[in-house]
């Protein structure tokens, strides 16, 4: 595999959360790769897909597929992304087969950062020190980009003890639209998260998925304990 490859960033890590993206970066050349941001990557099309606008999800796609298709391999922050381009995008064009075609070929080329990072970029902790965590499974990355261990062995790698949550593959509450259209439900479903959370003890809880990240962050009240982290950040600060 050449040593060059393509980042896509998400959505809300661009807009929101860029110190994730830093950490990424810094991980990927760890390993001896050469990042390249393509600056025209927008959006992937998955809220528009998800949401029954398939027009609109198409010419994203097209697009996101013209952008990606020079490199051998493309990195992306957060399981749904992953998700839509890896699986989604080939039924996206059922009835194109040009263009499904070429969404294949770029499925195969596809992979979410953790899953990226446990096969590619070996990982040393900094220090002898254990670190006590506990992890969230994402819903798009663990059901859609199947995605489970990956984030777990890379945790471990770093010098992290995972205590696990009660009810670690449920959802967060953010489902993109659905934490705006359900608030309250959505609310609801976050503070169980967090409670899981708090009842391991264990101080920090991790996930991979950007939009998780946030929607924890964002329902967290002063008595929470609880430091949400993205995965790349405590690698990047943990690892030698």
Known sequence: MDNTIALFVTCMVDQVLPEVGMAAVKLLQRGGYRVDFPASQTCCG??????????????????????????????????SCTGMMRAEYPHLFAGEPAWKARAQ???????????FLATNVPLTPKS????????????????????KEQPRQLL??????????????????FGGVFSVR????????????????????????????????MQMRANQTPEDHLQVVHLAEILEELAA
């Open 182 to 213: 359900m608030h309250d439900v959505s609310q609801a479903i976050t503070r169980d998260k967090l409670s899981h959370g708090l009842h391991t003890d264990a101080g920090v809880l991790v996930t991979a998925d950007p939009g998780c990240l």
């Open 128 to 147: 002898s020190e254990t670190h006590i965590v506990t992890y969230h499974d994402s819903c798009h990355m663990l059901r859609v980009a199947g995605i």
């Open 46 to 79: 998955q809220p528009f897909f998800t949401t029954g606008f398939n027009p609109q999800a198409e010419a994203l796609a097209k697009q996101t597929i013209q952008i990606l298709e020079p490199y051998e391999a493309v990195v992306v922050i957060g399981g």
């Open 156 to 173: 471990q790698q770093v010098g992290c003890q995972i205590l696990e949550m009660e009810d670690s593959e449920r959802c967060c509450g």
């Open 105 to 115: 070929a770029l499925s195969k080329k596809i992979f979410e950062l953790s899953e």
